[in-house]
């Protein structure tokens, strides 16, 4: 299975702050990488797919970025109603796989 | 207005088998897969499988052995079934729609239904 190593686990920042959570794939997936926000209590809803496209309805203060088999989802201007954890998944082959996730909090 | 929604038993003992349904509107199961995917407490995602638009399909091998997803397109339902339960399968289970985009990438959500697995 292709592993995929999230970083920073958790993150604390401040309203307006600009934000970067990455991911390493253990082997090459190309474009093959999606990105999710998970609000506590909720369920995930896609932000990013294709690594570097944004999904309907996401606010264009979230994008994605690609360097190899490194990946990052940046927040331009953090916003309280973007507290919440991020995975990343690779879409790449079977089984798809998911980071472990980042917890972002307000400092 | 795409929307899925799980419902089973929240319960379910040692060894038994676990069974959850999917019903979706806003979309044709015959145009679009859904695929599984769950969350132990306090835990990341696990991709457990899927069953594609035409009808096959997909499991996660590390569940492939207890696992079975079939749908009933008249009724916009999909079953999900895995025996051999044990206390590490406690999870938020999720059934989502994939497809639109990429074939593993999951654009909508259901709520999911919490499963505990306890004597």
């Known amino acids: 299975d292709i592993q995929m190593t999230q970083s920073p686990a958790s993150l604390s920042a401040s309203l307006e702050e600009i934000v970067t959570i990455t991911c390493q794939a253990s082997q090459d997936i190309g474009n093959w990488l999606a990105w999710y926000q998970q609000k506590p209590g909720k369920s995930p809803q896609l932000l990013i797919y294709d690594a570097t496209s944004l999904a309907d309805g996401v606010p264009s203060r979230f994008s994605g970025s690609r360097s190899g088999t490194q990946y990052s989802l940046k927040i331009s201007r953090l916003q309280v109603e973007d507290i919440g954890s991020y995975y990343c998944q690779q879409a790449h082959s079977n089984p798809p796989t998911f980071g472990g996730g980042t917890k972002l909090e307000l400092k | 207005q795409v929307q899925l929604k799980e419902s089973g038993p929240g319960l379910v003992q040692p060894s038994q088998t676990l069974s959850l349904t999917c019903t979706v509107s806003?979309?044709?199961?015959?145009?679009?897969?859904v695929s599984w995917v769950r969350q132990p407490p306090g835990k990341g995602l696990e991709w457990m499988g899927a069953i594609w638009s035409g009808g096959s399909t997909d499991y996660n091998s590390a569940l492939k052995s207890r696992l079975s997803i079939s749908r009933d397109t008249s009724k916009s339902q999909v079953f999900l079934k895995m025996n051999s339960l044990q206390t590490e399968d406690t999870a938020i289970y999720f059934c989502t729609r994939s497809g639109v985009y990429d074939y593993y990438v999951m654009d909508a959500w259901g709520q999911g239904a919490s499963v505990t697995v306890s004597s």
């Open positions: 806003g979309f044709s199961l015959t145009s679009n897969s």
